[in-house]
């Protein structure tokens, strides 16, 4: 399932605008209180979109995949962020 889960979070991410990416590298990189909440809400949101996403989260069996899920979406996240060069984006 590995190869299928990477497949499925780099095309999540390289179909989410650098908004988008800005959003979900400081959720993810800076963790503080309630940003895992707000990045399972936005990909549960999105993930009519991307079913594959939502299909990829939905199979997690216990919370330690979900974790596992998060930290492999960041690393994905991150890489896209740096290739693109996005701007960092400021917490409201």
């Known amino acids: 399932m590995k190869v299928n889960q990477d497949a499925v979070l780099i095309e999540f991410v390289k179909n989410s605008s650098d908004e ?3 959003f979900l590298s400081s959720k993810l990189v800076e963790r503080l209180q309630d940003d895992l909440a707000d990045v399972l ?7 009519s979109k991307h079913h594959n996403i939502d299909n990829l989260f939905r199979s997690a069996s216990n919370c330690w995949e979900i974790y ?7 690393k ?3 890489s896209e ?5 996005i701007n960092i ?3 409201n």
Do not use: M, P
């Not at 809400?41 to 993930?47: A, E, H, K, L």
């Open 20 to 22: 988008e990416i800005s």
């Open 76 to 78: 994905v996240v991150c």
């Open 68 to 74: 596992d899920l998060c930290d492999a979406l960041q």
């Open 81 to 85: 962020f740096e290739k693109r060069k």
């Open 89 to 91: 984006r400021t917490r």
């Open 41 to 47: 809400d936005y990909v549960g949101r999105n993930g």
